[in-house]
């Protein structure tokens, strides 16, 4: 999957701005800059966590599905935090 649009990116920023997770200390450009990143991070390492399911997972599941895997783990890491 391709890095996200640009317009995308600011409209996470904007509702990540409105919530009361927003992260305090940064300035509207450096939380665009972190989204950015992140994403970028993201489309760089898709291939790398593909390769680290397990064979049966990896043939199996959608890359919808997959997403959806690493989205409930590091959401519950972050909760138990």
């Known amino acids: ?3 996200l649009p640009d317009q995308t990116r ?4 904007a ?7 927003c992260p305090g200390g940064v300035t ?6 972190a989204i ?3 994403d970028d991070w993201a489309d760089a390492n898709a291939a790398a966590y593909n390769a680290a399911l ?5 043939t199996a599941l959608t890359a919808r599905q ?3 895997v690493l989205e409930f783990v590091i959401r519950k890491r972050w909760e138990a935090s």
């Open 10 to 13: 600011a409209d996470m920023s």
């Open 54 to 58: 397990p064979a049966a997972a990896r």
């Open 28 to 33: 509207k450009a450096e939380l665009r800059a």
């Open 66 to 68: 997959k997403a959806r």
């Open 15 to 21: 509702d990540i701005q409105r919530t009361p997770d």
């Open 36 to 38: 950015d990143a992140a």
């Open 1 to 3: 999957m391709a890095a």
